[in-house]
């Protein structure tokens, strides 16, 4: 077993979905056992925050990351890329407090790491440490997120909306234990799934000072009446993407147990608490 980063250097820019500001994110290959880490670039002493559970101190709509007065917000997409692509060990530069949401998935993400390729490292630490040996169960009022022993990395997802386009929708998704078949898997089935949200919602979250950076075209959004933004990459796009939150989230971990992650109308809130939780068991 190996250790991976980039074999070049990424970059992207784009406008983040909650402050609306353009950032600019490089993303650099670095040392074996570095893990993923974000650089604020912009700020004086070029503070680091690492990609860990430890750092999350926001999980409003997105999962943000700080450390003293440095933070870095609506991280789940790029690191989900990171993680579900192979790397294990990236130095991502980012001059700005949010990471772009491109067109609202991680597909740009992926695509990109899949033209530069990946580089071989050597193991500096076990990544069978995190053994899943009993039940570990977050839940608020019918939602939960759960971590169940497993023989593979499986994560599976359900959603339940009164909007007849989404309604009930499940999904599961494993991940590979071959690097290349996980890469090419992540990168067809969960990458492309983009972030949704209710027409009826939409002024509230703005008016809360929310979703600045929101639009039609990073965005599916449904009505009523349907899709305003059709067509779907997927029939069940909606849930794909709460698992690619959910593998984004959990990556935080510094790599994935062999569990199967079982969640059903959860949010970050509930990821980041399941996390704390087997980090905690460990």
């Given at each position: 077993m190996l250790e991976h980063t980039l074999a070049a250097a990424i970059t992207q820019t784009g406008v983040g979905l909650h402050s609306g500001v353009s950032t600019k994110v490089r993303i650099l290959p670095t040392d074996a056992g570095s893990g993923r880490y974000f650089v604020r670039v912009d700020l004086p002493d070029l503070p680091i925050i690492p990609a860990q559970v430890a750092a999350v101190n926001q999980t409003v709509l997105s999962t943000q990351l700080g450390k003293d007065e440095a933070s870095?917000?609506?991280?789940?997409?790029?690191?989900?890329?990171?993680?579900?692509?192979?790397?294990?060990?990236?130095?991502?530069?980012?001059?700005?407090?949010?990471?772009?949401?491109?067109?609202?998935?991680?597909?740009?993400?992926a695509t990109s790491i899949a033209e530069v390729g990946l580089k071989s490292q050597p193991l500096t630490q076990s990544k069978e440490s995190l053994t899943i040996e009993q039940p570990i169960w977050i839940h608020q009022d019918d939602a939960f997120v759960a971590a169940l022993p497993a023989s593979e990395t499986r994560?599976?997802?359900?959603?339940?909306?009164?909007?007849?386009?989404?309604?009930?929708?499940?999904?599961?998704?494993?991940?590979?234990?071959?690097?290349?078949?996980?890469?090419?898997?992540?990168?067809?089935?969960?990458?492309?799934?983009?972030?949704?949200?209710?027409?009826?919602?939409?002024?509230h979250l703005q008016k809360s000072g929310l979703i600045k950076g929101g639009s039609l075209d990073n965005a599916l959004v449904c009505g009523p009446d349907g899709w305003l933004n059709p067509p779907l990459r997927f029939a069940n796009e909606p849930v794909r993407h709460k698992i690619l939150d959910l593998v984004g989230d959990l990556s935080l971990l510094g790599y994935f147990p062999r569990a199967h992650f079982l969640a059903y109308k959860a949010s970050h809130n509930l990821h980041i608490q399941l996390a704390q939780k087997i980090l905690a068991l460990s």
């Open positions: 870095v917000r609506t991280v789940e997409h790029l690191l989900a890329a990171l993680a579900g692509m192979g790397i294990d060990n990236a130095r991502i530069e980012i001059d700005g407090s949010e990471v772009p949401l491109l067109d609202g998935s991680a597909q740009i993400w994560f599976s997802y359900g959603i339940d909306f009164d909007l007849s386009a989404i309604g009930n929708q499940w999904h599961s998704w494993s991940m590979a234990t071959d690097l290349n078949k996980t890469s090419l898997s992540f990168g067809e089935e969960i990458a492309p799934a983009r972030t949704f949200g209710l027409a009826h919602q939409i002024e």
